[in-house]
């Protein structure tokens, strides 16, 4: 085997390690069969074949643009699938659309949580306010004289199923979308 | 000198699947072969575009594949439509012959 060969298959494999060994070793085994039919039947120097498909990491990129999205579908890992979606949201509307949901919604949780969690610190400041003069939710500073707060410490457990229920809400609208994105944009999506 | 390099790079990569579809429906073929159908007549697939698609197209389940040891001093991965492959080749087919018709009738038309 001439170096270039080993170089180029070694830099290749180095790219693709975030894949499975199973499927790493089948992209090499026929990346270094097409390189060595090839030679072999054109001729052709093997620098020129090489340069054919391109720089070994050119070559990943393709390979694994595809995998990273699938990956965090699969492992629902939030951050990631967040991640994934966002790179996608430059190019293509619905995937804005999925991430900027789903940002509101983990955002919207945080809040909710936040509300629970205050409720006990600054008891004033946090509730429901309903009344002629005042319309409030959430942690409210300077409330009129009088206002007349509605839940007391039931915004605790409000509180805390509203945040659930936006978080399991914004996991599954990244997973229904994730796997969306998959169906129908991969394929526009492919650089090489 | 006007570039259209970008524009026609793009030409290929929308063809490139119906164009992969089409050469292993006809026969089952490794890499280099259908290197070397798809690219007969003219520049269409690049062989640093094939075997990411290959890759992608087996695991959205259009194609199937199989390692054959015995016709060469190294495995070849040979690559055959499976019914999904060979339902979305029919509807692309269709698609892309009314897309030509289109386009001759616009294009092509000489005053």
New interface residues.
């Given amino acids: 085997m001439s170096y270039p060969l080993a170089d180029y298959l070694a830099a290749l494999e180095r790219a693709l390690r975030s894949l499975p060994a199973e499927e790493r070793t089948?992209?090499i085994?026929?990346?270094?069969?097409?390189i060595?039919?090839?030679t072999a039947?054109t001729g052709k120097p093997i620098g020129d074949?090489l340069d054919?498909?391109?720089d070994p990491l050119?070559?990943a990129r393709?390979?694994l643009d595809?995998r990273k999205l699938?990956d965090a579908v699969v492992h629902s890992a939030h951050g990631t699938l967040l991640v994934a979606i966002l790179e996608r949201a430059t190019r293509n509307v619905a995937a804005f659309a999925f991430a900027l949901i789903s940002a509101l919604l983990y955002l919207c949780s945080i809040v909710f949580m936040a509300i629970a969690v205050f409720k006990p610190i600054i008891p004033g400041n946090v509730g429901l306010w309903w009344d002629s003069h005042v319309h409030a939710f959430g942690i409210i500073y300077g409330l009129p004289d009088g206002a007349h707060e509605l839940l007391g410490y039931w915004v605790v457990p409000v509180g805390v199923i509203a945040a659930i229920l936006c978080y399991s809400f914004a996991s599954k609208l990244m997973r229904v979308g994730g796997r969306q994105l998959l169906k129908t944009s991969?394929?526009q999506l492919?650089q090489? | 000198m006007i570039d259209i390099a970008p524009w026609q790079a793009q030409l290929r990569?929308g063809a490139a699947?119906l164009v992969v579809l089409a050469v292993v429906g006809r026969k089952e073929c490794?890499?280099?072969q259908i290197l070397e159908h798809a690219n007969a007549a003219g520049d269409i697939v690049?062989?640093?575009?094939l075997?990411?698609?290959l890759?992608?197209l087996e695991?959205d389940g259009k194609l199937a594949s199989r390692w054959v040891t015995d016709d060469?001093?190294?495995?070849?991965?040979y690559y055959r439509p499976t019914d999904e492959g060979a339902e979305t080749l029919g509807a692309m087919k269709s698609a892309w012959v009314a897309f030509r018709i289109a386009m001759s009738g616009v294009v092509e038309k000489t005053p």
């Fill in positions: 089948s992209i085994t026929e990346i270094r069969s097409h060595e039919d090839s039947a074949v054919n498909l391109g050119e070559l393709a390979y595809q699938e991969a394929r492919k090489i | 990569k699947e490794y890499g280099l690049s062989d640093g575009a075997y990411p698609l890759n992608r695991k060469a001093a190294h495995p070849r991965k």
